[in-house]
C-alpha cells in the first residue's frame, strides 16, 4: 500500500507546469497522435494505433514504418521525429509532438522549417497533465487516453469525414496521372493480368490507331501489333510474367509496329514492365514504346556520310579501303587479280582558281558520273578528296585489264564539258597497282598507285602508269623535297643566280634572267628540276617566286645605284603564281618597296599560262603594260604558238626554246622553225631572244637571221651576284660579234 505521501507524490501536480506542444497543422485538418521523444513512448507507439487509433485505420504502413526508429542520441532522436512528422502530415495526418524539455520543441520548429522550405510560427497549443517526475507518467498518460471511449468514438468519426476527402483526392490523383500520360511523347498502354489493355495515351492511341475507349478490354496483342523481323509478336504474356515476377524487359531490337487498317511497319524500340499493387504483387503490364524511324533515319545518314564523299556521293577512303580488303580476301579463292587505279585531274587547280570552286565542284561531279560509266558493277570508283580519285577493279585475270579501263577512263574524262556556259577541257594521270604484285593489303596498292600517278604526270600527263618498285624511291625523295622546301626559306638556303641575255649587234649585256637555286644544307646544291616541279605541285611555288621577284628587283637596283645598269631583269613565272589573286598587286608592291623602275622588271610566261585564261588574262597584261612592265612569251614555239594570240595579248619579247636553238648545231637543215619565229617577231615587232646558245655556230646563226639577243653557256652559266657584278664589269669575253 502506498502512504499518502507516496500517493501525493505520485499524483499529477495540478500545479505543476504544464508542457507546451507545438501543432502543426495538415491539409485535412485532422490531429491524432502524441509522440514522447523517450524511446518507450515511441515503441508504445504501435500498440496505441492497434487499440482502434485512427492512424492505423488510416494507413497502418505508415505506423508501422516509424516505430522502428531507434533512438540514441537527443538531436538525432528529435530530427528523425521531426521526418516522421513532416512525412505523416504529407499523407493528410495531423500529428502533435509533445517533449519534456522546452528546448527539444525549439529544436523540433527549426528542423520542420528546414523540412518544409519555410518558417513555421507555432500554431495552437495543446496542454497536457504531466507530472514533471519523467516521461513513466506521460506513458501512462497515453494508455489512458487509448482507453477513453470519447477519444476513440472521436477518432472514428474523424475517421468517417475523412473517408471522402481520401478518395476524391483519389480521383483527383488518377485525372492529374492520366494527363501527366497523355503529355508523355512516348506510347503508354497498361493491361491487366490477363493481358487485357485497360489504358492507352495519347501517343498510343495516335501510333496505334486505336481510341482508348475501343481498345479497352481487348488482348494487347490485338492493339500493339509489335512484331521482331521474322513478323513474330514480341510482347510478353502477362499472366507469365506476373507469375515470373519478372523485372523490366527490353523489346527486341528491330521491332516494328503495324498500326490498325495499316500494313506500314513503323520501326519502335521500347520495354514491357509488371504493374504492382500496394502489397508488390504483379497486377498487369506496362508497355511503353517510342517511334525511332527518325532516328534510325538519321543513324543511317551518319553512317552514309561517314563513308560516302558529300560532293559526288562516291565512296570515301574508309568505304574503299574495307572493298579492296573484301578484293583481297576473295581474288585468291577465284584465282584472279585485283588493281587499284589511282587518278589525278591534270589541270584542275587552274579551272578552281579562275573560275571559282562551283564550277570545280561541277567539275569534279561530272567527272565522277563519267568514271561510273567506264566501270563494271563488281568494281568501286572513289574520290580520295580535291581531284584524286580511286578506282576498284574487284577481279580481273590479268594486269592488261586495268590498262584497257584505265585507256577508256582517258578517253571518257578528256571530252569536253559544258559546265555554267563555259566548255572545260580536263585531262587525267592514272596509277596503276596490281595485287599481289604491288602490295597485299588496301595501303600498299593505294599508295603505289598514287606512286605511278605522279610518275605518268612526270612522263608527260594524261596517260597511265603501271608501278615499278623504283617508284616507291622517287616517291620517299620526292616526300623529302617537299618537307625540306617548307624549311628552306625560313633557313634563306635559296639564292638568285643571274644568266647574262646578250645584245647580239653589240655585244653587251644588256639584261639578265633571274634563276632561283637551292643550297642545301646537306645536299648542297640541288638542280632544279629536281625541286621545282614539288614546289609547283605542293604550292610551294608561290612564296618561294614572290622571294625571286624581290631578291631580283632588290639586286638590280643596287647594281643600278652603283653604276651597273640593266636595261632588263627577266623573272620566270609559274602558272600557280600568275593564277593567284594577289599576284598583280603584289608585283606593283615589289617595284614600289625596292624602287626599281618598272620598265627594266620583265615578267616571263609560257603559252600554256596564257592560253589557259586567254579571256580573262588580257586586262591583267594590259594593266602591266600600263604601269611599265614588260611581257616575255618564254619557250615560244613549245605550245601553242598561235599568231592570233600574239596580236591579242601585249607582249613585248619572244624567246625561242632552246630545244630549236640546238637544231641549229644537230640538224642544219632543220633550222626552219627558228628563222621562221625571228620573222614572226621581227613582223609583229616584238624583241626576239635565242636561249640555250651552246656553240658559235649557233650564235653565227641567230646574228645571220637578225635575232636580236640571246643567252646561253657559250657567253655565261647562271652566276651568283657578286660574280655577275663582274661580268657587267668586264663584259662576256667574246669575240667581237658580226652583224648581219
Known amino acids: 500500500m502506498k502512504t499518502s505521501e507516496e500517493k501525493k507524490k505520485s499524483a499529477p501536480d495540478s500545479g505543476a507546469k504544464k508542457r507546451r506542444c507545438t501543432r502543426y497543422p495538415c491539409s485535412s485538418g485532422v490531429e491524432a497522435l502524441d509522440i514522447q521523444s523517450d524511446t518507450r513512448v515511441v515503441g508504445r507507439i504501435a500498440d496505441i494505433a492497434s487499440g482502434g487509433c485512427y492512424v492505423d485505420t488510416i494507413n497502418p504502413f505508415a505506423v508501422k514504418a516509424k516505430v522502428a526508429l531507434t533512438i540514441t542520441k537527443d538531436q538525432q532522436s528529435f530530427k528523425c521525429l521531426a ?179 495499316s500494313d506500314v511497319a513503323t520501326p519502335v524500340e521500347g520495354s514491357v514492365s509488371p504493374a504492382n499493387d ?77 573560275l571559282g570552286h562551283s564550277v570545280g565542284d561541277k567539275l569534279l561531279q561530272s567527272v565522277a558520273s563519267r568514271l561510273g560509266y567506264c566501270m563494271r558493277l563488281s568494281d568501286t570508283v572513289s574520290r580520295l578528296g580535291g581531284d584524286e580519285f580511286v578506282v576498284l577493279l574487284s577481279e580481273i585475270a590479268q594486269a592488261e585489264d586495268a590498262a584497257l579501263t584505265a585507256r577508256r577512263i582517258l578517253q571518257a574524262v578528256q571530252e569536253v564539258y559544258h559546265i555554267d556556259n563555259h566548255e572545260l577541257h580536263a585531262t587525267t594521270s592514272i596509277g596503276i597497282s596490281v595485287y599481289p604484285d604491288d602490295g597485299l593489303n588496301a595501303e600498299t596498292l593505294v599508295k603505289n598507285a598514287d606512286a605511278a600517278m605522279y610518275q605518268a604526270k612526270e612522263n ?30 625560313e633557313r634563306q638556303e635559296f639564292a638568285v643566280y643571274y644568266q647574262p641575255t646578250v645584245d647580239l649587234k653589240t655585244g653587251v649585256i644588256t639584261g639578265a634572267e633571274a634563276l632561283v637555286r637551292w643550297m642545301h644544307p646537306k645536299r648542297g646544291l640541288v638542280p632544279p628540276g629536281e625541286f621545282i616541279p614539288v614546289a609547283e605541285d605542293s604550292g610551294l611555288i608561290v612564296p618561294i617566286g614572290q622571294w625571286v621577284l624581290r631578291e631580283a628587283c632588290r639586286q638590280t637596283r643596287v647594281w643600278a645605284d652603283v653604276g651597273l645598269s640593266l636595261q632588263s631583269i627577266a623573272v620566270n613565272i609559274s602558272a600557280i603564281e600568275f593564277r593567284n589573286d594577289s599576284f598583280l598587286e603584289n608585283v606593283f608592291t615589289v617595284l614600289r618597296q625596292t624602287g626599281l623602275d618598272p620598265t627594266c622588271l620583265e615578267l616571263e610566261l609560257t603559252e600554256t599560262v596564257l592560253m589557259k585564261r586567254a579571256d580573262s588574262i588580257v586586262s591583267i597584261l594590259k594593266t602591266f603594260r600600263a604601269g611599265g612592265v614588260r611581257i616575255a612569251i618564254d619557250d615560244f614555239g613549245t605550245g601553242y604558238s598561235s599568231l592570233s594570240y600574239l596580236r591579242k595579248f601585249p607582249i613585248d619579247v619572244l624567246k625561242i626554246d632552246q630545244a630549236f636553238v640546238r637544231q ?74 658580226q652583224n648581219s
Not at 175 to 193: G, H, P, S, Y
Not at 283 to 308: C, P, W
Not at 320 to 346: M, W
Not at 469 to 487: F, Y
Open 460 to 489: 608527260g600527263r594524261h596517260s597511265y602508269q603501271f608501278f615499278k618498285p623504283a617508284m616507291n624511291v622517287r616517291a620517299v625523295e620526292r616526300q623529302t623535297i617537299e618537307e625540306s622546301l617548307r624549311r628552306a626559306l
Open 83 to 261: 521526418e516522421v512528422v513532416y512525412s505523416w502530415m504529407g499523407m493528410g495526418m495531423g500529428l502533435m509532438f509533445t517533449s519534456a524539455e522546452p528546448e527539444h520543441l525549439r529544436m523540433l520548429d527549426e528542423w520542420m522549417a528546414e523540412l518544409s522550405g519555410s518558417s513555421r510560427a507555432q500554431a495552437d497549443t495543446l496542454h497536457v497533465e504531466v507530472d514533471a517526475s519523467g516521461p513513466s507518467n506521460f506513458i501512462e498518460a497515453l494508455e489512458a487516453q487509448r482507453r477513453d471511449p470519447e477519444l476513440e468514438a472521436r477518432a472514428a468519426e474523424r475517421v468517417a469525414k475523412l473517408q471522402p476527402s481520401l478518395e476524391e483526392a483519389m480521383v483527383a490523383e488518377n485525372a492529374r496521372a492520366r494527363v501527366t500520360l497523355d503529355c508523355v511523347a512516348d506510347a503508354v498502354i497498361f493491361t491487366n493480368i490477363s493481358g487485357e489493355v485497360t489504358f492507352l495515351n495519347v501517343a498510343a492511341e495516335r501510333m496505334t490507331g486505336w481510341a482508348c475507349s475501343d481498345a479497352t478490354g481487348r488482348p494487347l496483342a490485338e492493339i500493339a501489333r509489335i512484331t521482331d523481323s521474322a513478323a513474330q509478336s514480341v510482347l510478353p504474356d502477362g499472366m507469365k510474367m506476373a507469375k515470373g515476377q519478372s523485372e523490366t524487359q527490353p523489346l527486341p531490337s528491330n521491332c516494328h509496329l503495324l498500326k490498325r487498317g
Open 278 to 354: 500496394g502489397q508488390g504483387r504483379a497486377n498487369g503490364l506496362v508497355v511503353v514504346f517510342r517511334d525511332v524511324s527518325a532516328a534510325q533515319a538519321m543513324s543511317k545518314q551518319i553512317t552514309y556520310s561517314a563513308e560516302h564523299d558529300l560532293l559526288t556521293g562516291l565512296p570515301n577512303r574508309t568505304l574503299l579501303n574495307d572493298r579492296i580488303d573484301q578484293a583481297i580476301v576473295l581474288a585468291p579463292r577465284h584465282n584472279k587479280k585485283v588493281a587499284v587505279l589511282f587518278l589525278d585531274l591534270d589541270s584542275f587547280k587552274y579551272i578552281n582558281d579562275s
Open 664 to 737: 641549229i648545231s644537230a640538224t642544219p637543215s632543220e633550222t626552219a622553225i627558228v628563222n621562221a619565229i625571228i620573222s614572226l617577231g621581227r613582223s609583229l615587232n616584238l624583241r626576239v631572244i635565242g636561249e640555250g646558245v651552246e656553240t658559235a655556230v649557233e650564235l653565227a646563226f641567230l646574228q645571220a637571221h637578225q635575232c636580236d639577243a640571246a643567252q646561253g653557256f657559250f657567253f655565261s652559266k647562271p652566276v651568283p651576284a657578286k660574280q655577275f657584278a663582274k661580268l657587267l664589269e668586264t663584259g662576256v669575253g667574246i669575240p667581237v660579234l
